[in-house]
T-cell receptor, first 110, second 113 residues
Framework: GENVEQHPSTLSVQEGDSAVIKCTYS??????FPWYKQELGKRPQLIID?????GEKKDQRIAVTLNKTAKHFSLHITETQPEDSAVYFC?????????FGAGTRLTVKP | DAGITQSPRHKVTETGTPVTLRCHQT?????MYWYRQDPGHGLRLIHY???????DKGEVSDGYSVSRSKTEDFLLTLESATSSQTSVYFC????????????FGPGTRLTVL
């Protein structure tokens, strides 16, 4: 099965700084690459996703980049705000097999 | 939030007892999933369904069974609960084949004593 690793496991930034979380995966057949955000005590929610035929996608302050050759994709958050504090999960997907990373706890300090 | 509910939201039970968790959706989505979430492991797929009466195993299916007799309901059963099954269980739904957004339910916190 797919082996998924996320780095770092925790990340603390000052408000206004940028944050980058990287996800590496092992299955070269993976073709869908989402990022989910989970606030404390809440359900995970999709914040951005990308498919294997696209290298980068942006939505306001968040972006995802994909390097299929190296088998990793990254979440970029610019101008971080306290409400960005949460746990972020990557979940590369192939054929109904979606494996979540262990998560990255992002803390944005005011 | 998408129309997805889980019941019960909290349950405490004893080792060896059967437990059934229910996921109900009003979105008419084809795909439904059960995950468990434990510290340090993210979410792990237990079972999923790709239609009525069509189910398949996920990464951590041992000790769990599922049933889907109607589009809107997906049941997860622990035949004989063990302490290692203490976890938060999330149901999710998706409309798209080939990978797409999954909408999660509010979760069920299960404690097995």
């Amino acid at each position: 099965g797919e082996n998924v690793e996320q780095h770092p496991s925790t990340l603390s930034v000052q408000e206004g700084d940028s944050a980058v979380i990287k996800c590496t995966y092992s299955d070269s057949a993976s073709n869908y690459f989402p990022w989910y955000k989970q606030e404390l005590g809440k359900r995970p929610q999709l914040i951005i996703d990308i498919r294997s035929n696209v290298g980068e996608k942006k939505d306001q302050r968040i972006a995802v980049t994909l390097n299929k050759t190296a088998k990793h994709f990254s979440l970029h958050i610019t101008e971080t705000q306290p409400e960005d504090s949460a746990v972020y999960f990557c979940a590369p997907y192939n054929n109904n097999d979606m494996r979540f990373g262990a998560g990255t706890r992002l803390t944005v300090k005011p | 939030d998408a129309g997805i509910t889980q019941s019960p939201r909290h349950k405490v039970t004893e080792t060896g007892t059967p437990v059934t968790l229910r996921c109900h959706q009003t979105e008419n989505h084809r795909y439904m999933y059960w995950y468990r979430q434990d510290p340090g492991h993210g979410l792990r797929l237990i079972h999923y369904s790709y239609g009525v009466k069509d189910t398949d195993k996920g990464e951590v299916s041992d000790g769990y069974s599922v049933s889907r007799s109607k589009t809107e309901d997906f049941l997860l059963t622990l035949e004989s609960a063990t302490s290692s099954q203490t976890s938060v269980y999330f149901c999710a739904i998706s409309a798209r084949e080939g990978g797409g957004e999954q909408f999660f339910g509010p979760g069920t916190r299960l404690t097995v004593l």
